[in-house]
């Protein structure tokens, strides 16, 4: 098995290899994801909001170009900064705002909340409070995809900070020992929380690490949507006929602090407004589909999403709190 760790080139636009209206919905729900996390963040500070925040913007071409290559029935698992893999995967944005507002009519009847979001039913399996809490779970995934024969594939997505946790090492080595479909999407966004990768990572390459374990290991630009969804579209097929595991090491930048509060004294306000400038996912996206879709065509995507997002927080506001009498309904499993 080839194990080598390729080095692609971004930036480059795919985008003429698609349908117009494939490439409008493609950037509808990075739109979405950007305008759900912008208004979470003033929500936020009134103080409605239970429990920690984090937010995805300026990953949203990961989440979205991963999943563009994904059937509804394939598995995912998040993590604690899960909105966006949540909205690319299919999970609804109203009944996802209820559950962060802590709602009845919530996916997960408002006692999840931002950290713990689920809809099997789009094949989420969760987002994941322990940091490097996915990759172990996708190894069950898609051992049951191989045990079924369903052709099914399982996808983590882990940050740069749960790339060091030695249950990741093992779902690694497992999901090569038994060969199974799934793929681990490593998002380095630089910042373990507040500890650089450049530090925290020992031999500052995760995807040459995760190499070293016998997978074929890839990094892209992940502010790059067509670079995003090349790399995922050559892991999922090979997973999804028989090839067995894979890894691919997405690059981002995350425009918010590692939780709502955190002060980022980490990165000047002069560094923020660097990465906002060259390194927007949705100005890159634009950038690429120059020629290929009207701007206002996007600005329409762009105000459209705002006004989903906007109905939604009013509507969650309105919503009912679950009932007392449902406290440990849904929460253990009875066999």
Known sequence: MSTTTKRRSTRKSGAAAFPVEELKDAYRRMSEIRAFEDRLHLENMTGDIPGFIHLYAGEEAIAV???DNLRPTDIIASTHRGHGHCLAKGCGIRPMMCEIFGRDEGLCRGKGGSMHIADLSVGMLGA??????????IIGAGLSAKVLGNGGVGVSFTGDGGSNQGLTFEALN??????????????NNGMGEATGAAFAVGSGDVAG?????????????GTDYFAVREAAAEAVQRAREGGGPSVIEASAIRFYGHFEGDAGLYRTPEQLQTYKDER?????????TEGVIDPSELDAIDEAATTEVDEAVAYARAAEWPAPSQVLTDVYKTY
């Open 65 to 67: 170009g991963v999943c």
């Open 128 to 137: 994941n409070g322990i940091v490097g809490g996915g990759p172990p779970l």
């Open 174 to 187: 497992m999901a090569v020992v038994l060969q199974l479909p799934v793929v681990f999407v490593f998002e």
């Open 209 to 221: 690490r995760a190499a070293g374990f016998g997978l074929p290991a890839t990094v892209v630009d």
């Open 280 to 288: 927007d996912p949705l100005k890159i996206f634009r950038e690429n």
